[in-house]
Each structure stands twice: as C-alpha cells, then as structure tokens.
C-alpha cells in the first residue's frame, strides 16, 4: 500500500477494459482507484458496439489481439455463466457474393486455423441457405465460424465493475483527469476534483489514451476516431436470422454485418468513417441509407421491418495494426490503447495480461485471501427468464410483476433495483443499459416521462 496516504494504482477509464483491469487488481493487496469522466461505468466506445463474443478467427495471426481475443472468448463466456450476463450461442456464417470474395474464403479459414481456431470450415450454397433461407440472392459461399456469439455488452462493464467496488476499489465516476505528472517515484493526477497521487497508473482511457499517454510521456500511437452507425430492427424481424451473417472483411474493416442482439432485435451494420471529433455519435442520412442497401442486399425481408432505433458508437482504431498494450517498470506505467471492437471479447485476458506484465515488472503484488465474489447480473436477455416471467420472484416482491415499459416488459422492481444497486443508474441511459427500459419500439414515449422524473427526483 502507498505510505503517502495515496493509492497504489490509479485506473484512467471505467469502460470494459478499465473495469475488467480494476476487477483484476481488486485480487491483490492494493489501494486502486478507477477515474471515470463520464457519471457511469461502460458509457463510451464500451456500450455502443455490435455485442458479439469473438473468436479471433480473423485476426492478424501472432498478434498480442489473437491470442488476447481467443483466451478473453473462453474467459469471459465462463465469467458470464456465472454472473448472469446474457450469451446466446448463435454462430456466424462469413458470406461471399461474388467470385472474388468466394476466392478469398479458403484464406479465412487458413487465418482462422493460424490464429488457433480451428472449427471454422466452409459450406456449399446448398448449405448456407438451408441454414439462411432468408439470406438474399447470389451468395457464392460461406464459412461457419460455430463460436461467433451474441453477448449484452452493458452488464458486462457494470459486472466488473460491482465485483471491483465490493472488494475494495475505489470509483470515481465523472472524474475527469487533465493532467499527469510523472514525479518523485509516482504519479500526480489531476482532476476535476482535485489531485491525487498513485504509484501506478493505468492508462485505459480508449478514445483519449492517446492524450493520457502523451501526458505520461509516451507518444507511440493516435487514435483516430472510428465511426460506426447502426440501426436496430423490431424483434418481428428476429426470426429472419438464426446466424450472425458477416461479410468477407477487408484490410480495414470488417464490414456491414447483420445480426441477432441478445434483447430480441436484429442490427444492422456498422459503417466505417474515420472522424477528428472524438465526441461524434450522430447518424447520417447517407450513412443509414449506406445501411439500408446493404442490408436489402444480405437480407431483403429485414428492410421491411419497422426500425426501432439507430445509434453509433466510436472505435479507437490507430495507425497500427494491432493493441497498443505496454507495461514500463520502470516508470510505472501501464497502456491498454487501440482497443477495438474485439476489446469487450478479450477485456479479461486483457486485465489478466497486464496485472501479470505488471508483476513481472516490478510491482509487489501480494493476493488477497478471500475468493473474489462474482456478481449476479439482472437477466437482460430475451432468452432468459425475465423477472416479469418469475412467479418466485413476484411473489416476494409484487413489484417485479408491475410493468412500467410494455414494449420492453420492464418491471418497476428492476427499475428500483438498478436506482438502487452497488452502482446504480443516475440517468436515463444508464437506467436503460441495466434494464432495458425505454429501449423498444415506442422509444420511451410511453413510460419515459414517469422514468425521468423518477431519476431527476432521486426516488428508486
């Protein structure tokens, strides 16, 4: 423990990776502290993404991804079957549509046999729509990657995070740090409520890591802003698709997809625009209708769908092709940047990585003797039994069979419940990320006004 009355490590970001680092350190004797900008943890690049489980199958063979993405896969699918975090176990099919993408595909496999995973095998046309007849026309091949899943990507920041607090990790939610300074064996962070001193920090900051490493003195890489927008489309359109259906990738990126979502919907893309605004989540005209083709193409029925929403999320692409993770002992610094989509899948190799590079390096590491307590996630999913299914649960408290939002069949004891958790929603995106409130197809028209004042007076 630092003897200054400071903290030993201080975590810059409480999105996947930061939360899952922190959960990790809450394992050893340490005083840590996560400084989270934003008023909830999971709230950036980490809530706005496609939500699949990676295998790796398509990344750069040898590459710290690879081996991060396909142990973080095993982790993470293990971490979720004991907490709760919805899974569905849907595989993906990568299809090609014309005789070039078809020429490609015994490379995807020979990919996905390098970077270890071995399942992925193509199948004929005759097979592909026997498992997809609702896929469109002209498909020339595919290949079957069976451990390509669906996952809820918001319990799972707030998963890590609720592990971490209750064995001891401190969380400073809308903390911004403004500067770092390297100084007399340890490190001065200053924030938006005041300074404070660590021996360690950890740089997790996704889309800024690139600013907090140049203020730690690093420099090695940039983030460019990734833009992805997606649209999401009424659970009707759920039975169109059994598979997650991918495009054959490209150099730069992995393409327009469509998919399943674990809340019962189907997504729809995401497109790939470099940005220099760090803060731009809009959706476009042209991007959405750049969407909507791609998706008349892979799927034609889903176009007839009612759309129940549309978002988009930034990734922390960089220059390089691979996680710009580091480790100086010397200096006591660590950098988990260029962490991209493939992030929520490997975010506990990751934690796992870095504490044993941490270790190697320098730092005093001495366990904790008390088993780490996972905690039990509110069911999401739609496959799961939701608490307005649960008979038990109603009956010890009536408030779960109350519905507040129909579209979503949302119970007024989860909304109590997430007002009220070891990290509780303060505001309406975080109470839709813990229940799904306000998510379905009248997007709050409803139960929002009732859910709003709820939040703005304090009351569970």
Request: hydrophobic share 40%; glycine share 12%.
């Amino acid at each position: 423990m630092s003897g200054d009355g400071g903290y030993d490590v201080a975590v810059i970001g409480a999105g996947v990776v930061g939360t899952a680092i922190a959960r990790q350190l809450a394992r050893y004797r340490l005083r840590t502290v996560v400084l989270e900008r934003s008023n909830d943890v999971g709230s950036g690049t980490s809530k706005a993404n496609t939500a699949i489980l990676h295998t790796g199958f398509d990344c750069g063979p040898g590459t710290l991804e690879s081996g991060l993405v396909r142990r973080g896969h095993r982790l993470l699918a293990e971490y979720a079957d004991v907490s709760g975090i919805a899974v569905e176990r849907t595989g993906a099919v990568l299809v090609a549509w014309d005789r070039e993408q078809e020429g490609r595909l015994d490379g995807v496999v020979a990919k996905a046999h390098a970077n270890g995973y071995l399942p992925a095998h193509r199948i004929d046309t005759d097979e592909l729509y026997r498992r997809e007849p609702g896929l469109g026309p002209g498909a020339t091949g595919a290949v079957v990657v069976p451990d390509e899943w669906i996952i809820c990507p918001w319990s799972t920041s707030v998963a890590f995070a609720t592990e971490a607090v209750a064995a001891g990790v401190e969380l400073r939610l809308g903390t911004e740090v403004h500067g770092v300074v390297d100084d007399a064996g340890g490190w001065t962070l200053i924030t938006t409520h005041g300074s404070l001193r660590a021996e360690w920090v950890v740089n997790a900051a996704g889309l800024h890591s690139d600013i907090v490493d140049r203020q730690c003195g690093g420099g090695g890489f940039t983030i460019t802003p990734r833009r992805g927008q997606l649209i999401v489309f009424d659970k009707l359109a759920r039975p169109l698709l059994s598979s997650i259906l991918l495009p054959v990738p490209t150099e730069r990126t992995k393409g327009v997809l469509v998919a399943p979502t674990v809340y019962g919907n189907v997504i729809l893309g995401p497109t790939a625009e470099d940005l220099d605004d760090r803060t731009d989540t809009a959706t476009t005209e042209g991007g959405l209708a750049e969407l909507m083709e791609a998706g008349r193409h892979i799927l034609p029925g889903l176009v007839d769908e009612e759309v129940t929403a549309t978002y988009a999320g930034l990734r922390a692409a960089t220059e390089h092709r691979d996680y710009q993770i580091s480790v100086d002992g010397d200096r006591r610094y660590v950098v988990a940047g260029g962490i991209r989509s493939t992030g929520l899948t490997a975010s506990l190799a990751i934690a796992e990585y870095i504490v044993e590079q941490m270790a190697h390096t320098g730092a005093v590491l001495h366990e904790v003797d008390e088993e780490p307590t996972i905690p039990r996630m509110p069911p999401l999913g739609e496959a799961q039994r939701r608490p307005y299914q649960d008979d038990e649960l109603m009956a010890s408290d009536p408030e779960f069979g109350r519905i507040v939002c129909f579209c979503e069949r949302v119970t007024e004891g989860e909304v109590q419940r997430a007002c009220t958790s070891a990290i509780p929603a303060v505001d309406l995106g975080g109470l839709r990320r813990r229940t799904r409130a306000t998510n379905g197809r009248c997007q709050g028209f409803f139960c929002g006004a009732a859910i709003a004042a709820r939040l703005a007076d304090g009351r569970p």
